[in-house]
């Protein structure tokens, strides 16, 4: 996705297209776009070399009978949000200037899918030992 933020300026800003998505491959000598899949799934289309869309559980046959249970389409994420600056305490390790914009998608359910760096608050095994973050989150 990154490769399309030049439809989002100011670029470099890491806002990028995100959510619900289908991503085909074709053949280098396609003479068009498979624009088909913008309406119609994957399955059926012809002239791709892969396609990516729906998600299936796994019932030891590749079948396309049930729906994956949590991930039932493919989402394209945004970057991930830095907790660290974005978290909110008076101590370290949060940075308290926090940038004032969260990334997230939207799956095809409706959910809400929020991607989290979490390096700059959880221990190093070279760094002195401090209190854990928890996996419970606040956010303004």
Known sequence: ??????????????????GPATIAVTPATALSLPCQ?????????????AC??????????????????????????PPPNNYQANCFRDDP???????GE???AVDINGNLLFPVGWQGVLASPRSPPRGRCSCRARWR
Do not use: E
């Open 1 to 18: 996705m990154a490769a399309a933020t030049w439809y989002l300026p100011p670029h470099a800003d890491d806002r990028t297209f995100s």
């Open 37 to 49: 899949l913008a309406t119609n799934p994957c399955a059926g289309q012809t002239n791709l070399i």
């Open 52 to 77: 990516i869309d729906d998600f299936f559980a796994n019932d030891g046959a590749c079948g396309t009978g049930v729906a994956h249970g949590t991930f039932a389409h493919f989402t394209a994420l």
């Open 93 to 99: 390790p949060c940075d308290i200037a926090p940038k």
């Open 102 to 104: 969260l990334r997230y």
